[in-house]
């Protein structure tokens, strides 16, 4: 039996797998994907945007601990599913973390000491006092609904659904120590308004890959349908819209962005707009190229004579021999997309409060980098975005030769 020819996809396939470069890259986009799209499911903030951050515990150093007396909100709080929380959804905090350093109990009320950084010497500890069952649940905050402690140490309170509870002072206090005293972990440390640095780092990674995405999927849709109509028509077509590329082209591709930016006004919506309308130049001009080259080939020439309309001539004969291409300038036009969003956002035009962006994290801490034990603040962001882009260039260098039917294996 004659053995089964492989496709060109599959041959490119089995070239990739074998360039370990191009699989580590790829390996680790799916790793940033995969963080993006579970979104809050897996951060250590679920807060919308991982916004759930304290002024008291603003730029902790990575490996920091912080014990935290986790107090009900008096108010009902939809929980939210695992659906919810998929890409930039999130779950509102049901309790409000005050940072502390110690606690103790008198009667129906817990003490804390509040956490501080760093304090003055002689400088006199803060202290909090909150209700035992305040802290455990949403009381209703009337006149005459205020808790009271009884002769037999029961405590009476009602809850914000008009419901009369009395519990004991022992049980309110037990439920408080294994449930509402917890500590709390941060790998990577805060930032400077106290938030947890890794869930920011993890929700910033949405926003680069969704403006990489659509960005490259307007430019490919622009760039392939004009390079198309160029290079397949020739003529006049070719005249007016290669004036039209050369235009484009002649004009900085950050400025023009910048200035579509403005124009449409700033924003997260805004941004990939403004850089997909301006990288499928580079894509419009490789098409062209490719299907000059192609269209005057023998099996064109004989789909024209077999009376095939240009539309599938195009598509079905031309477009998959210039697919290689396309996947190849795409992956390096997915790269140059996450650093103009970056360069941005630390503008200020790009992605806005409260949305997370790897550039507006490094503006935000960019006076840190010089202090030696701050620095991890603007390297992280920083750092995200070198490696993911270095991902997405070795991924397209890969495709580049695995798509090369003259290189050998």
Do not use: C
Request: net charge positive.
């Amino acid at each position: 039996m004659a053995k089964q020819t492989q496709t060109l996809y599959q041959q490119s396939w089995q070239k990739l797998k074998k360039n370990k470069a191009a699989m580590l890259g790829l390996w680790f986009i799916l790793v940033v994907v995969i963080v993006a799209i579970l979104g809050a499911n897996i951060r250590p903030d679920d807060s919308p945007y991982a916004n759930n951050g304290n002024p008291a515990i603003a730029r902790m150093k990575t490996g920091s601990k912080v014990l935290f007396l986790a107090v009900r909100k008096n108010k009902e709080v939809e929980k939210k599913s695992f659906w919810d929380k998929l890409f930039f959804g999130g779950q509102e905090p049901f309790t409000i973390d005050i940072p502390i350093s110690n606690y103790r109990f008198e009667k129906d009320k817990i003490i804390v000491d509040l956490f501080t950084a760093s304090r003055w010497k002689n400088q006199k500890q803060q202290t909090k006092s909150v209700h035992i069952a305040d802290v455990i649940y949403p009381l209703l905050k009337q006149k005459g609904k205020e808790p009271f402690l009884t002769k037999d140490s029961l405590v009476v309170f009602t809850t914000i659904d008009h419901k009369e509870h009395k519990e004991s002072v022992q049980t309110l206090r037990k439920k408080i120590k294994e449930n509402n005293i917890v500590e709390k972990k941060y790998i990577l440390g805060t930032d400077v308004q106290g938030r947890d640095l890794l869930s920011r780092v993890m929700a910033g990674a949405i926003v680069s890959l969704l403006v990489g995405f659509i960005a490259v999927f307007i430019s490919l849709i622009i760039g392939v349908v004009l390079g198309s109509l160029a290079g397949y028509y020739r003529g006049w077509v070719d005249a007016v819209i290669m004036w039209f590329i050369n235009v484009v082209w002649s004009i900085p591709t950050l400025l023009l962005v910048i200035a579509v930016t403005l124009l449409l006004g700033k924003g997260f919506t805004t941004v990939f707009f403004a850089v997909g309308l301006t990288m499928w130049v580079e894509l419009a001009r490789v098409v062209r190229g490719q299907i000059l080259s192609i269209r005057e080939k023998e099996y064109i020439e004989a789909a024209k004579a077999l009376g095939f309309s240009n539309f599938r001539i195009i598509t079905r004969h031309i477009f998959p021999n210039i697919i290689g291409s396309i996947i190849v300038i795409s992956a390096a036009n997915f790269a140059a997309a996450i650093l103009i969003e970056a360069g941005l956002s630390f503008l200020g035009i790009g992605a806005q409060i409260p949305m997370v962006s790897w550039g507006t994290m490094i503006e935000q801490h960019k006076s840190f980098i010089t202090h030696p034990d701050k620095a991890f603040l603007a390297l992280v962001p920083g750092l995200s975005i070198i490696l993911l882009v270095f991902a997405f260039m070795l991924l397209g260098n890969g495709l580049r030769d695995s798509f090369d039917t003259q290189s050998k294996e």
